[in-house]
């Protein structure tokens, strides 16, 4: 096993702005690193870096303690698994799992015991003698894992492995992959565009844009202390609510209502803004009739129009319509593009609990948790809560 260090590194392509841009990420020994970010932001080319597979155009590249930088692929001893799992249709899965074993000429004996071992560990005992055509998309999958960790790798890295997996299965694998790894405790840095999957696998996730690192955390650390308006509405699902705010004193007007910021951190963290974003994850909104008289005191209560419900059977979702401001609709929209959302700009959702009576067409009051939102710079996209 062994950590990996990146030192300021930098992937350039072509022209354009770099691929992978100024990067430095320190996975420790043992640890499970995700790293996370919509289409094209650089993941896979940073992890393509780690394994050899790109060249680093600038930086340091360490496994353990060795620089790696222009080490050839085979010569870091690390196992990659691919999102296509790219096994061999030709050989048994027994073969399969064998492969790296009889490519590093070991034993036929100790390819029998290792590759029992591993299909033990990963129940694929009973199809070590089928083809990879004759196995469900988990099952190859899996076989795919084996082949990973069949021999003693310093670490594993995983280019979104689930992707070509239905719903189910992808959660079921999920956690397949999550028992595994701390079994094994083996250093892995795993690739995924899915925020499900960053924040329920990793020890730590990093969140990269455009090539360059966000936050790099746990993912409670994410969820709840976000650095920026990207962080934030790319962790958590619904994303969190991005309000547009005008401040008057303590006052908040937003679209969706006027109330008090009352927590004097949170008020002095507006500064001297006329203009900032307020950030409401769902479930900080709640049906306030169903709020305690002391509760309802302690945050802001907002009287809004719900156009639409959908009830989950453990919790609800209530959206609420709104238009954002002129002055913020252009930001809103590129962020809303970005995140693949258009809740940022056009409505808010709201998680209420299962017994809340408000229903599509109502005029309902909302509690709001004021002590969770967050007070984002419009102009920077910083968190300055
Ligand atoms: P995806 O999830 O879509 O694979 P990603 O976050 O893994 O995206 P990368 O594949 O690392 O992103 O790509 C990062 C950027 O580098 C993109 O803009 C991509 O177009 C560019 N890029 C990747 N590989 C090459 C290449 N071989 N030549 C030129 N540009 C490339």
Same mark, same amino acid.
């Given at each position: 096993?062994? /950590? !990996? ?28 690193? %995700? ?8 993941? $896979?080319?940073?992890?393509?870096? !780690? ?5 680093? &155009? ?8 060795? #620089?790696?930088?222009? #080490? ?24 399969? !799992? ?19 071992? +591993? ?5 694929? *005992? ?9 196995? $469900? ?11 990973? %960790?069949?021999?003693? /790798?310093?670490?594993? =890295? ?10 189910? =299965?992808?959660?079921?694998?999920? *956690?397949?992959?999550?028992?595994? @790894? ?9 690739? +995924?565009?899915?925020?499900?999957? /960053?924040? &329920? ?13 966000? @936050? ?8 709840? @202390? ?8 790319? !962790? ?72 639409? &419900? ?35 700009? *056009? ?39």
């Amino acid at each position: 096993m062994a /950590a !990996i260090t990146m030192k300021n590194i930098v992937k350039q392509y072509g022209d354009g702005f770099p691929a992978v841009n100024d990067v430095s990420l320190d996975v420790r020994d043992g640890e499970f690193m %995700i790293l996370v970010g919509p289409s094209g932001c650089g993941k $896979s080319t940073l992890l393509r870096m !780690i394994v050899g597979l790109e060249d680093i &155009t600038s930086g340091e590249m360490r496994i353990g303690e060795k #620089v790696v930088n222009t #080490v050839a692929p085979r010569r870091r001893n690390l196992s990659m698994v691919f999102q296509n799992y790219a096994l061999y249709p030709h050989l048994t899965v027994y073969e399969n !799992i064998a492969f790296p074993l009889r490519l590093a000429k070991r034993s036929d004996e100790e390819v029998r015991r290792r590759v029992t071992e +591993t299909a033990k560990l990963l129940e694929l *005992t009973e199809h070590l003698e089928r083809k990879p055509a004759n196995l $469900s998309g988990g099952q190859r999958q899996r076989v795919a894992m084996g082949r990973a %960790i069949v021999r003693q /790798a310093d670490a594993f =890295l995983f280019d979104e492995p689930l992707s070509n997996l239905d719903a189910k =299965l992808r959660g079921q694998m999920r *956690t397949e992959i999550s028992r595994l @790894q701390r079994r094994l405790g083996v250093t892995t840095v795993y690739v +995924t565009h899915d925020q499900t999957e /960053a924040m &329920t696998l990793g020890d730590r996730v990093a969140v990269l844009r455009k090539g360059i690192l966000q @936050q790099v955390g746990s993912p409670r650390e994410l969820y709840e @202390q976000p650095v920026n308006l990207f962080v934030a509405g790319f !962790i958590g699902s619904p994303s969190m609510n991005f309000l547009p705010a005008s401040v008057d004193g303590t006052f908040l007007e937003t679209p969706i209502g006027r109330f008090d910021l009352r927590d004097e951190r949170k008020a002095s963290a507006v500064g001297d803004r006329d203009v900032v974003l307020v950030g409401v994850r769902p479930e900080d909104f709640e049906d306030a009739s169903l709020v305690s008289e002391d509760k309802r005191a302690a945050g802001a209560l907002v009287r809004v129009h719900v156009d639409v &419900t959908e009830w989950l059977g453990n919790e609800q979702y209530a959206y609420v319509p709104y238009e954002a401001p002129r002055e913020l609709a252009d930001q809103l929209r590129e962020l809303s593009r970005e995140l693949d959302s258009d809740q940022m700009r *056009t409505q808010a959702v709201v998680s209420l609990d299962a017994s809340s009576l408000i229903t599509a067409g109502d005029e309902a009051e909302l509690w709001i948790n004021t002590s969770r939102l967050h007070i984002f710079d419009p102009a920077t996209g910083e968190n300055l809560t």
